[in-house]
Antibody, heavy 120, light 106 residues
Framework: QVQLQESGPGLVKPSRTLSLTCTVS??????????WSWIRQHPGAGLEWIGY???????YYNPSLKSRLIISIDTSNNQFSLKLSSVTAADTAVYYC????????????WGQGTMVTVSS | DIQMTQSPSSLSASVGDRITITCRAS??????LNWYQQKPGKVPKLLIY???NLETGVPSTFSGSGSGTEFTLTISSLQPADSATYYC?????????FGQGTKVEI
């Protein structure tokens, strides 16, 4: 079955760039029918969609983050990535990657999540 | 952005009870509404997609209904394992947005 796994630093200094990678196993990322999403959850809070990317490279971003955000896809390694620049403490959160069905844009498979803390 | 508002924010009920959570959208979203369950420290789990479709493997005690701006998630017979926070999410247009969550205590 398809599984997703986030990887990247758990601690990022303010003003630096947060970089995370999601590795997809058990299935190909290079297929239609799905978008590949990033979602975050601030401590004790709700869920925020960051953006998603299609296997063709077309990406959609949350306007609230768009000026600082790049989502990319590497089909040869079955991975997609997030880069969020100029981070502040407000970017401290659990970051999830998720498979997004293009029938209903529902997040049907999630990674386990990775906690990222922005602190000097 | 489409705002999603859930009610109540929390509820307490007993095993076997029928409970309903409401999600309202700030504008019509047709049936583009999904529901998730998140237990403490765990990953959200998809329960219902496109308002009323039960995700594979989800118990039939869960059901969803609604269209337009008002939606409901119903648990017909509450079980101890249903203690969690439930989120709605609209998928009608980007940015995709979630409700603030409803915490269900048994």
């Amino acid at each position: 079955q398809v599984q997703l796994q986030e990887s990247g630093p758990g601690l990022v200094k303010p003003s630096r760039t947060l970089s995370l990678t999601c590795t997809v196993s058990g299935g190909s990322i290079n297929t239609g029918g799905y978008y590949w999403s990033w979602i975050r959850q601030h401590p004790g809070a709700g869920l925020e969609w960051i953006g998603y990317i299609y296997y063709t490279g077309g990406a959609y971003y949350n306007p609230s983050l768009k000026s600082r955000l790049i989502i990319s896809i590497d089909t040869s390694n079955n991975q997609f990535s997030l880069k969020l620049s100029s981070v502040t403490a407000a970017d401290t959160a659990v970051y999830y990657c998720a498979r997004t069905s293009d029938y209903g844009d529902s997040f049907d498979i999630w990674g386990q999540g990775t906690m990222v803390t922005v602190s000097s | 952005d489409i705002q999603m508002t859930q009610s109540p924010s929390s509820l307490s009920a007993s095993v076997g009870d029928r409970i309903t959570i409401t999600c309202r959208a700030s504008q019509s979203i047709s049936d583009h509404l999904n529901w998730y369950q998140q237990k403490p420290g765990k990953v959200p789990k998809l329960l219902i997609y496109r308002a009323s479709n039960l995700e594979t493997g989800v118990p039939s005690t869960f059901s969803g209904s609604g269209s337009g701006t008002e939606f409901t998630l119903t648990i017909s017979s509450l079980q101890p394992a249903d203690s969690a926070t439930y989120y709605c999410q609209q998928s009608d247009r980007t940015p995709l947005t979630f409700g603030q969550g409803t915490k269900v205590e048994i």
